[in-house]
C-alpha cells in the first residue's frame, strides 16, 4: 500500500497496526512491502523521511516504522528524533533502521532512538520479520499501557501496599503495646522461643517465600532479581524513573552480574529499559505491566498472610 491510498485508518487496538517503510529506493521498498505483505501486515510505503512525517500526521495506526538510515535530505537518524519529537504522544511507536554501512556510533544513535533492531542491507526475510514481530509485540504493550484506565492498576497496587502497611504496623503495635517495664517482661521477651512458637514463625516465613510462587514462575528470578523488582515496584509507586546504573547499585552486585540480571528480566517481560531524554548516556529500566499485576496479586496475598500472623 503506497502512502497515496484513502483506505480509512485502522487502530492498534484493533490489529497488529501498520507498518510504514521508509527507503529512498524504490525497488528495495517494494521487495520488503512484498515479504511483509505476504505475511498478513498492512504495509505503506514512503520514499523520504518528510513524506513519512506527513503520513504519521495523517493516521494513528501506523505501530512500526522501517526506515532506511541513508537517505538523501533528511536521514534515517534525523527523521528518528523528528518523530520522538513531534508524536511523543505515542509512545508505542517502534522504529527499525536498515542501512548498507552500518557503523557503531550509527548503532548507538539509533539505541538511544529507541530502535528495536538495526539490520544490515541486504536483510532477508526471516530477519524483517523477526524485527517487525518483536517490534510490534513492544507497541502492544505500550499502547495498551498508555490506554484509558491503564493507570487505575497502578492505584490498586498503591491501595494494596497502603493496606499492607497498616496491617503490619498494627501487628507490630500489638507487640510493642506489651508492658515491658519489668525485667521479668524484659526476660519474657528475650526468652528463647518454644518449639510451638518457632514452628509457627518458621511457617510464616515460608509462606511469605513461597507467596510469590504463584506469580512469578520464571526459574532464573533468583534473590537478587527479586530485589530488583521489590526496588522497581517500589520506584514506580513513587513515581520515580530509575535509572540502570541504581538499580545495578541497590543491587549490591557487581556491576557487570546486575546488568545480566537485568537482561534476564528484561528477557522474561518482567521490566523495560528506554533512554533518558535528557541525557543519552543513560538508560531507565521499569516494571512491566505483566510484572505489576503479578506484584500486585502477590502483596495480596502477603496482605492474607499479614492478617493471618494477627489472629
Known sequence: MSGGDDRAPATLASGPGWILLIDDEPALLEAHRAILEEAGHICWTATSGDHALSLLKEHEAFAVVVSDLRMPGMDGLTFGAALRRDFAARPWLQLVFLTDLATLD??????????????????????????????????????????????????????????????????????????????????????????????????????VRSARNPFFTNKRLGGQSWDMLLELALAKLEHRKLPVSSLCIASNLPQSTALRRIDDLQEAGLVSRFPDEQDARRDFVELSDTAMGHMHDWLRMLRRIARGLER
Request: zero cysteines; proline letters at 4%.
Open 106 to 207: 550509527s548503532a548507538i544513535s539509533a539505541l538511544r532512538l529507541g530502535a528495536v533492531d538495526f539490520l544490515a542491507k541486504p536483510v532477508d526475510a526471516a530477519q524483517l520479520l523477526a524485527a517487525i514481530t518483536l517490534a510490534q509485540a513492544k507497541a502492544e504493550q505500550l499502547h495498551a499501557a498508555t490506554a484509558p484506565g491503564a493507570g487505575q492498576q497502578l492505584q490498586a497496587l498503591k491501595a494494596e501496599v497502603a493496606t499492607l502497611a497498616r496491617d503490619l504496623m498494627r501487628f507490630a503495635d500489638n507487640d510493642a503495646a506489651e508492658p515491658t517495664g519489668t525485667e521479668a517482661e524484659h526476660a519474657a521477651i528475650d526468652a528463647v522461643p518454644t518449639e510451638s512458637e518457632m514452628t509457627n514463625m518458621l511457617r510464616a516465613v515460608m509462606r
